[in-house]
């Protein structure tokens, strides 16, 4: 009986140690899985040129989101032509974000003139990304800047463009509060922590899960200014 007992443990000990490594292949695998369909970008605020983003693909870099618009109250002069420079680099997805200015006042003209700008010149792209963060850029009332932001988005709809709104849970806190007004749309939210991986999510806002995360800001690739994206 005694043999046997130890027999017996024997194999349960057998059986636990594959079992153990089956789990950890098993997470190997995901995690092998979950790096070769990651998608990786970068944003611009400034003139890029169309070898910089060559050299980005060849990086691994697939999708580009631009300026189009400036916390000065002003279209981005650069937007058209880094837009054109992102798709003859290669580039597979082209988006624009706008940071508009709620201090000027006319959420709905800033969209006009952002939108008109670039298809007026040509420009193609994807989604158009509000951005809002700095508590700086609006008022202390946080309804008018709920109305603002709607404003924003309502016009960018009526204009035919896919909404998605860029904002992180540290920024629309102070401007929003705990509206959820925008959660509708698509959100790309920053957090500087070096991985590409929503695994650091937290909600709010309404939103419950994110669509692009940018995990490294102001570095220098390709020599140019960017930062990166996930998604």
């Known amino acids: 009986v005694s043999t046997q007992s130890t027999g017996n443990k024997k194999k349960e000990k057998k059986k636990r140690t594959q079992m153990a490594r089956l789990a950890i292949i098993f997470v190997s695998l995901i995690s092998l899985i979950s790096i070769v369909f990651a998608t990786y970008g970068v944003d611009v605020s400034q003139a890029t040129s169309s070898s910089s983003f060559s050299c980005m693909v060849s990086n691994g870099y697939s999708f580009a989101i631009i300026r189009c618009y400036q916390s000065n109250g002003r279209v981005d002069s650069n937007a058209v032509s880094t837009v054109s420079h992102a798709w003859s680099g290669g580039m597979k997805y082209v988006d624009v974000y706008m940071f508009p200015c ?130």
């Open 102 to 231: 709620p201090t000027c006042g006319n959420a709905k003209q800033q969209v006009t003139d952002a939108v008109n700008n670039l298809r007026n010149n040509g420009a193609k792209y994807g989604m158009f990304w509000l951005d809002i963060e700095g508590t700086q850029y609006w008022y202390s009332s946080q309804s008018t800047n709920r109305q603002f932001a709607t404003d924003l988005a309502n016009q960018a709809e009526a204009m035919g463009q896919v909404v998605g709104v860029y904002t992180s849970k540290s920024q629309w806190d102070p401007i929003m509060g705990s509206w959820s007004g925008l959660s509708k749309y698509a959100l790309w939210y920053p957090h500087y922590d070096g991985s590409a991986s929503f695994s650091d999510f937290v909600a709010f806002g309404g939103w419950t899960k994110p669509s692009i995360k940018q995990y490294q800001g102001d570095v220098t690739l390709c020599s140019s200014g960017v930062d990166k994206n996930y998604y």
